[in-house]
């Protein structure tokens, strides 16, 4: 195990979660990409990135649960580096299929790529404000088959996790737009610039 690598992965994530908690405690996490928090984002990514040409994708053998997750959870956040993301999903597919990551890691980025680009998710990991104000998964491969999905992953069935999830964001101070229209506008705009659509 190379301890070094971990107690960097482990360094970058305590960065954003410190980022991301000084931020929801001033309020301000939730109006709009925050430039602080995507600033974190993109040093991160691109420290990731870093990691992954010399070492590729950094799993449980190599840097230990902990510090994979932490990988795990740099890459989700790393949504201003789309390239990244989409070059790391075979990666993390690979790694998953080998036993060195836990299979869910590579659904929710599927997910989450899926999601930026505009198509339809696979095991509904990723929610958003719907048209009566409540976090909701966005638009689904296929509905009949979503909790089969997420079972072959690991996950559970997804009206627990929304039920969760709901909770999470209500404890954060989470709430939906003011102007659902205009946040919908303003992040298909963000995601054209970024290069994920």
């Not at 010399?54 to 840097?63: D, F, I, N, Q």
């Not at 902990?66 to 390239?83: D, F, K, T, Y």
Request: with cysteine; net charge negative.
């Amino acid at each position: 195990m190379n301890d070094a690598l971990a107690d960097t992965l482990l360094e970058l994530l305590a960065k954003d979660e410190a980022t991301r908690a000084k931020l929801v405690e001033s309020g301000e996490l939730f109006d709009g990409y925050h430039p602080e928090m995507a600033a974190v984002h993109l040093a991160n990514a691109a420290r990731l990135a870093e990691i992954i040409e010399t070492w590729g994708w950094p799993g449980e053998t190599l840097v230990g649960k902990r510090a994979a997750n932490a990988a795990w959870i740099i890459l989700q956040h790393a949504i201003g580096s789309p390239e990244l993301m989409r070059r790391c999903l075979p990666l993390l597919t690979e790694a998953a299929a080998r036993g060195d990551v836990p299979p869910e890691q590579s659904a929710y980025l599927h997910d989450r790529i899926c999601a930026f680009e505009g198509r339809p998710q696979r095991y509904g990991t990723q929610f958003d404000w719907d048209e009566e104000g409540k976090l909701s998964p966005g638009p689904l491969e296929d509905e009949e088959r979503v909790d089969a999905f997420r079972a072959g992953v690991g996950l559970g069935p997804l009206q627990e996790r929304l039920t969760a999830i709901r909770k999470e964001a209500e404890g954060d101070g989470a709430g939906p737009p003011d102007d659902l229209e205009t946040y919908k506008r303003e992040k298909h705009a963000w995601a054209v610039s970024i290069g994920w659509r």
